[in-house]
């Protein structure tokens, strides 16, 4: 018998070094990323509304598509059912913005002057993403400063998402917050 080769056809989801990924695994980490946050947010609402065992499977494949509702009005059912305080749903509308600016703009390289010793001197390239901004302006967003911005603000739901929905899993109940009285703040402070 001949000795065969292996051919492994998966695809690996392992993120070895987050400051050093290309563009596109920049885009890719950021979209997958909010995937996982909206399915979160889809289970926490799951729990929250308990339809009736038969209807579990409709509620979470029909009506928590992302193409009937999408992760943004998640986010604000789940504001409205007081799940989760202001501060946190700016947070993850700002994410929402981010994620949409990597999934929907082109990526386009730009030289921009270096202002270092003398102006002129050193040409900087800087990758860049074309938003529409809340003001209808188009403005250019540094896909390394965006992608900083997004990892610093989501490593925050990358632990509490989950752990609401763990929470309502152990304790039956999912507990309602306010700007004053959040027990994730008081939590993540100590």
Excluded at 15 to 27: C, G, K, P, Q, W
Excluded at 53 to 75: H, P, R, T
Excluded at 87 to 102: H, P, T, V
Aim: proline fraction near 1%.
């Amino acid at each position: 018998m001949e000795d065969r080769k292996i051919v492994d056809d998966r695809i690996s989801t392992k993120v070895s070094d987050l400051n050093n990924l290309n563009v596109h695994e920049i885009r890719s980490h950021v979209i997958v990323t909010i995937k996982q946050f909206e399915n979160y947010c889809s289970h926490i609402l799951l729990s929250y509304f308990s339809p009736k065992e038969d209807k579990e499977y409709d509620f979470m494949k029909v009506l928590m598509n992302g193409s009937i509702i999408g992760f943004g009005a998640k986010v604000k059912v789940l504001r409205s059912l007081s799940i989760i305080d202001e501060d946190e749903f700016s947070q993850l509308m700002q994410l929402a913005n981010i994620r949409n600016g990597f999934a929907h703009s082109l990526h386009f390289e730009n030289l921009t002057e270096d202002c270092g010793k003398e102006k002129g001197e050193t040409l900087k390239l800087q990758h860049s993403l074309e938003i529409l901004n809340n003001k209808g302006e188009i403005e250019l967003k540094n896909m390394k400063e965006w992608f900083e911005i997004f990892m610093d603000k989501s490593d925050y739901f990358l632990f509490w998402l989950p752990k609401i929905y763990e929470d309502y899993k152990v304790n039956g109940e999912i507990k309602k917050v306010t700007k004053k009285d959040n027990y994730r703040n008081r939590k993540k402070t100590n």
